[in-house]
């Protein structure tokens, strides 16, 4: 059983690890000891291998927090460097232009970037307001994954509103950040991966605010879409993976949410072995 890997504290190095949520940069909340992104990334990539993370999709916290965009060009250098480490590319509402320029650069630089990631919350701006409605048409158009931050009742995060988007940007993938994070976030989550072939649930931090396990989702949606990830450099990579490790569920739903659903959704990326 693959739990036997986290029970002796050995990496899960026969078992392929795709961790969908992780950031490089700070955050007042909460405290991170070092500023510096070359340096957390050199510091996350011996905790992977420790753990047996095959690889990490990141965004860059410039790019969400304080609108500093060169910072997705920055994170295309670190790619070369951290092999583990996959992009996302920050959007900014109020800098449509900016965002889109800087997209179009990244994607040149690099082929590690995946997608995009916004932040509602960050942003004080709502999921379905017009600012976004570009980042959607440019996802859509180039099939992308996005990844969602959502919220239970937030004025800005709340997963409802995505229902029209998903409807509307089909070739798009929707990934639903904290899966709602806790109380009707988590039903709303649910109800959109269970109603939309392109919404999928982002696991990380929704089991320690919704008291939920891993054999709650899989009861309620398909196991295909459901995501490990973990909010690293804020939340311990191995914390998130013992959830899955323990879990009341099979051995093949485990392998599925560890990587290969992930491995699915990337593949039109980058190949994954």
Known sequence: ?????????????????????????????????EHDEKIQAGLLNPILKRVGVDYIIVSMLKGLNIGELEANLYLAELMQTYRKILGYITYIPSMIGESLTIAEQCFRLSDRFVGMKIHPDVNKYPINGSGY?????????????????????????????????????????????????????????????????????????AFIYSGKSLDFFVQQTSSDKLLFSSDSIYNNVAWEIGNILYSRVSDEIKLKVLGLNAKRLLSKFIAIP
């Open 133 to 205: 409605t570009p980042l959607w048409e440019y996802a859509n158009e180039k099939e992308l994954i996005v990844l969602v931050h959502t919220w239970n009742q937030s004025p800005f995060a709340n997963p409802e509103l995505l229902h029209d988007i998903a409807r509307t940007y089909k070739d798009a993938t929707i990934l639903v950040g904290h899966s709602g994070g806790m109380g009707h976030g988590i039903t709303t989550a649910i109800d959109l991966s269970n109603k939309y072939d392109n919404v999928y649930l982002d696991l990380t931090g």
């Open 1 to 33: 059983m693959i739990k036997d890997a986290g029970k002796h504290g050995i990496p899960l190095n026969d078992v392929l690890v795709i961790d969908v949520h992780g950031h490089l940069g700070v955050h007042p909340d909460p405290f991170v000891p």
